[in-house]
């Protein structure tokens, strides 16, 4: 028996996936100048906070606060009945149902901002869900854990075999350390749904230009070359806010590998922000903006600017989030597709957010058996049918041509292991540095190397504010 009490309305739809790595901003580039000293902050608070809660560390899986309570499973989320992640945790609960017959799922509907603002204070008592939907990243999933909060869930992840289930790069967002870093450490969350940044294209505006899609950075330069030759601006461009961000990483992956990807988001080793990776990137980016394939006013244009203009047909292409994938389909007149960004193994994007256990859940073993069911291929099919990008998902069982390409896109990456986050992640505060530096890159006030100047030294601050250094 279900039921269901809606405590809020829920945010819903695709913003979900502009939440970057935990704050309550709308984009995955966020601004974390509210939290700049949350997290360092963790490591001292987290004793006082532990002994109140009962402790959270350790390896382990989920042990309940109070008296375990077969009877009854209490979900926390806050999706639309008809997102895609509202469809398939729907199934997910259907099949629990069936194989829990004696179980009551009580489901209550929550927004992100009340999840977000009180979760810290619900889950100091005892009424708390037996599983909960939470933003990944440091700054909430991972001061949960290092408060003791959220119930570690390393044995769970073996014994259902997760680890099998989601690529190294799924799990980063999904393991904390003692401080509370992403990356390392037991599990405390599972994501089953990701995003990623890839390519939208106007294939109406391709085909009059006679162009093909671009399989290397190299034939994307000629494309946009072609068009710039034709009088078109080749790239719609944001750079108020996270999309130009992204367009530079995304050049910076070009010459990236792992190794950097884990120096630059996990602090596993020093960044050289005027080293080759991060020199070609910024550099690159200055010549396509002296080349006109970056619009000269796209300095003070936002992420809605950018999509309306393509959607329009301003623009032949949008380097942007799968979170759009919703909205272009639905608005865009013409016709149009989507590749991943040329020649790059390592693409922008992440898991979607966690399920997590609140420590003092009354249903710890329920929770982990629900977790384990919203893996389920046939869960996950539902994801993939409805464009929510499942992490164990089958593309070919997609009929849907435009869900089917997105889906296949995001597997390609997961195939290799290619996600590599936002360039906002590693440091409090860093999106309002990179919108800054970049900003200035596309006005020609800054070179090249003054922008690495200005983001390595916001890096370098942030990285010692976190680490106590």
Same mark, same amino acid.
């Given at each position: 028996?279900?039921?269901?009490?809606?405590?809020?309305?829920?945010?819903?739809?695709?913003?979900?996936?502009?939440?970057?790595?935990?704050?309550?901003?709308?984009?995955?580039?966020?601004?974390?100048?509210?939290?700049?000293?949350?997290?360092?902050?963790?490591?001292?608070?987290?004793?006082?906070?532990?002994?109140?809660?009962?402790?959270?560390?350790?390896?382990?899986?989920?042990?309940?606060?109070?008296?375990?309570?077969?009877?009854?499973?209490?979900?926390?989320?806050?999706?639309?009945?008809?997102?895609?992640?509202?469809?398939?945790?729907?199934?997910?609960?259907?099949?629990?149902?069936?194989?829990?017959?004696?179980?009551?799922?009580?489901?209550?509907?929550?927004?992100?901002?009340?999840?977000?603002?009180?979760?810290?204070?619900?889950?100091?008592?005892?009424?708390?869900?037996?599983?909960?939907?939470?933003?990944k990243g440091n700054a909430t999933a991972g001061q949960l854990a290092a408060q003791g909060l959220i119930a570690?869930?390393?044995?769970?992840?073996?014994?259902?075999?997760?680890?099998?289930?989601?690529?190294?790069?799924?799990?980063?967002?999904?393991?904390?350390?003692?401080?509370?870093?992403?990356?390392?450490?037991?599990?405390?969350?599972?994501?089953?749904?990701?995003?990623?940044?890839?390519?939208?294209?106007?294939?109406?505006?391709?085909?009059?230009?006679?162009?093909?899609?671009?399989?290397?950075?190299?034939?994307?330069?000629?494309?946009?070359?072609?068009?710039?030759?034709?009088?078109?601006?080749?790239?719609?461009?944001?750079?108020?806010?996270?999309?130009?961000?992204?367009?530079?990483?995304?050049?910076?992956?070009?010459?990236?590998?792992?190794?950097l990807v884990d120096r630059y988001q996990l602090f596993d080793g020093d960044v050289d922000f005027h080293g080759?990776?991060?020199?070609?990137?910024?550099?690159?980016?200055?010549?396509?903006?002296?080349?006109?394939?970056?619009?000269?006013?796209?300095?003070?244009?936002?992420?809605?600017?950018?999509?309306?203009?393509?959607?329009?047909?301003?623009?032949?292409?949008?380097?942007?989030?799968?979170?759009?994938?919703?909205?272009?389909?639905?608005?865009?007149?013409?016709?149009?597709?989507?590749?991943?960004?040329?020649?790059?193994?390592?693409?922008?994007?992440?898991?979607?957010?966690?399920?997590?256990?609140?420590?003092?859940?009354?249903?710890?073993?329920l929770a982990e058996e629900f977790i384990d069911t919203t893996l389920r291929p046939e869960v996950q099919d539902? =994801? *993939?049918?409805?464009?929510?990008? @499942? +992490?164990? &998902?089958?593309?070919? $069982? #997609?009929?849907?041509?435009?869900?089917?390409?997105?889906?296949?896109?995001?597997?390609?990456?997961?195939?290799?292991?290619? =996600? *590599?986050?936002?360039?906002?992640? @590693? +440091?409090? &505060?860093?999106?309002? $540095? #990179?919108?800054?530096?970049?900003?200035?890159?596309?006005?020609?006030?800054?070179?090249?190397?003054?922008?690495?100047?200005? =983001?390595?030294?916001?890096?370098?601050?942030?990285?010692?504010?976190?680490?106590?250094?």
């Amino acid at each position: 028996m279900i039921h269901r009490r809606i405590v809020g309305a829920s945010r819903g739809g695709d913003d979900h996936g502009r939440r970057g790595a935990g704050l309550d901003e709308e984009d995955p580039m966020l601004d974390r100048a509210r939290t700049a000293r949350a997290i360092a902050l963790i490591a001292a608070s987290t004793l006082t906070l532990t002994a109140c809660v009962g402790g959270g560390g350790g390896g382990g899986g989920a042990s309940g606060g109070g008296d375990t309570d077969d009877t009854t499973l209490t979900i926390w989320h806050y999706e639309n009945d008809d997102s895609a992640m509202g469809q398939a945790w729907a199934k997910a609960i259907e099949i629990f149902e069936d194989e829990h017959p004696d179980v009551t799922v009580d489901v209550e509907k929550q927004t992100f901002e009340q999840i977000q603002k009180n979760a810290k204070i619900v889950l100091t008592g005892d009424d708390v869900p037996d599983v909960m939907e939470y933003n990944k990243g440091n700054a909430t999933a991972g001061q949960l854990a290092a408060q003791g909060l959220i119930a570690p869930l390393t044995d769970a992840a073996e014994k259902n075999g997760w680890a099998d289930k989601l690529s190294g790069s799924l799990q980063t967002t999904a393991r904390y350390d003692e401080n509370g870093l992403m990356g390392s450490g037991d599990w405390y969350g599972v994501p089953n749904y990701g995003e990623f940044v890839g390519v939208y294209y106007n294939k109406q505006m391709f085909e009059k230009a006679g162009l093909e899609v671009p399989t290397t950075l190299d034939e994307l330069e000629q494309v946009m070359k072609a068009f710039k030759d034709d009088g078109v601006t080749p790239l719609a461009e944001a750079g108020a806010e996270y999309p130009m961000g992204q367009l530079w990483y995304e050049l910076v992956l070009a010459n990236a590998d792992r190794d950097l990807v884990d120096r630059y988001q996990l602090f596993d080793g020093d960044v050289d922000f005027h080293g080759p990776e991060l020199t070609a990137a910024t550099e690159k980016l200055d010549r396509w903006i002296k080349d006109g394939y970056v619009a000269s006013d796209s300095a003070g244009l936002t992420a809605e600017d950018m999509g309306v203009a393509f959607m329009k047909g301003d623009y032949p292409m949008m380097v942007s989030g799968s979170w759009w994938f919703g909205r272009v389909t639905a608005e865009m007149k013409d016709d149009w597709g989507q590749f991943n960004f040329p020649g790059n193994t390592l693409q922008v994007g992440s898991s979607g957010n966690l399920w997590v256990v609140p420590t003092n859940a009354d249903s710890p073993s329920l929770a982990e058996e629900f977790i384990d069911t919203t893996l389920r291929p046939e869960v996950q099919d539902v =994801l *993939a049918q409805t464009g929510g990008l @499942p +992490v164990a &998902g089958d593309a070919s $069982t #997609i009929t849907d041509e435009k869900t089917r390409e997105l889906t296949q896109n995001f597997q390609d990456i997961l195939d290799d292991d290619g =996600l *590599a986050f936002y360039p906002d992640w @590693p +440091v409090p &505060g860093y999106y309002d $540095t #990179i919108v800054s530096q970049l900003q200035s890159l596309v006005n020609q006030s800054k070179t090249p190397d003054q922008v690495l100047d200005g =983001l390595g030294s916001a890096y370098t601050d942030g990285k010692a504010d976190l680490l106590g250094e």
